[in-house]
């Protein structure tokens, strides 16, 4: 079986773990590639493609992905028109279900609807229970920068296709950042947010495009679920450690993969091919949140009762 090796995608970054479940899940769910993914000690294997099919997958994949429902819920406005959301933190129980029945057949939507949020707990506006990574705050709107950035990476005849090809090569390989913004996924951008004369609101942020796209492409692993009736979880994240993501040295599908972020963090030490676990924090800078710079750490440091843990209510 091929194996490619994305140094661009790190596993001592949260967003580089990020990206490469979402490369995983693109590649099997989107496409029905026999993919399997697997890490060496500092960046993700990619098995069963060559590095020309990938690329050429991930340029189409991009073609009309802005256009996708899941990154168009309709919600209702307070003219009663519904118009596709703005933020994962505004969305009304009723427009979260009636999207649900209308994608009852769209296995990749549904996976997205339950990323962004959880209709099983809503706070006192109406609103369901949003997803852990939304770190969006005031005037950031995280849906609608999420269909800029699908459009952004969109190939189009008006422009030269070889531009998207190297945000594809600097996402697999590493290369220098552009102005993106991370959504505060990327711990390297944290100390620039930190100095900087003005709000991460009111300047350019530096990201590699591709790689925060395939990060947003993992969101239907992380699911949101409820824990109890008046708080959620999403998947991946520790109350006491952020999120937390293993590090495995075999190759695993995608549904192997999907299984192990399921899986109790306190049992994470007994997998035989498991070699390191990583989690990292949560900081604000002002109204904005970051991930803080990964660490290694242990099973019996992620304690299940504070595994995902969060009051997602805000």
């Known amino acids: 079986m091929t194996t490619l090796e994305l140094p661009g995608l790190s596993i001592t970054s949260p967003l580089g773990f990020m990206a490469a479940l979402g490369l995983l899940r693109v590649c099997a769910q989107d496409h029905g590639e026999t993919a399997e993914l697997s890490w060496s000690a500092t960046s993700a294997r990619l098995h069963g493609l060559p590095k020309s099919r990938l690329t050429e997958l991930l340029h189409g994949h991009m073609r009309d992905r802005s256009l996708s429902p899941e990154f168009n819920l309709p919600v209702g406005t307070e003219k009663g028109q519904a118009e596709p959301f703005l933020h994962l933190r505004e969305i009304p129980r009723a427009d979260y279900r009636a999207a649900a029945q209308q994608w009852k057949d769209d296995k990749r939507a549904l996976g997205f609807l339950a990323g962004y949020a959880c209709d099983a707990v809503i706070n006192d506006k109406g609103y369901v229970a949003r997803s852990q990574f939304d770190f ?65 609101s009111a300047s350019a942020t530096p990201g590699q495009p591709m790689t925060v796209w395939l990060a947003v492409e993992s969101l239907p692993l992380h699911p949101v679920v409820p824990i109890s009736a008046t708080r959620c979880a999403t998947t991946g994240f520790s109350g006491t450690r952020g999120y ?36 990292a924090g949560i900081t604000s800078v002002g109204k904005f949140r970051f991930f803080l710079p990964a660490t290694r750490t242990r099973s019996d440091r992620l304690k299940l009762r504070g595994f995902a843990q969060a009051d997602v209510l805000d």
């Open 136 to 200: 969006s705050s005031a005037r950031q709107c995280l849906a609608l920068e999420f269909r800029r950035l699908a459009e952004k990476l969109r190939p189009d005849e008006r422009r030269p296709a070889v531009a998207l090809e190297t945000r594809i090569q600097r996402a697999l390989d590493g290369g220098p950042y552009e102005d993106q913004h991370t959504f505060g996924w990327d711990p390297a951008t944290l100390l620039t947010h930190a100095h900087q004369a003005m709000s991460p």
């Open 244 to 279: 937390a993501w293993p590090q495995w040295s075999t190759a695993l599908s995608l549904a192997e993969v999907r299984l192990l972020r399921q899986r109790d963090p306190g049992t994470l030490d007994a997998l035989p091919d498991l070699t390191a676990i990583w989690s």
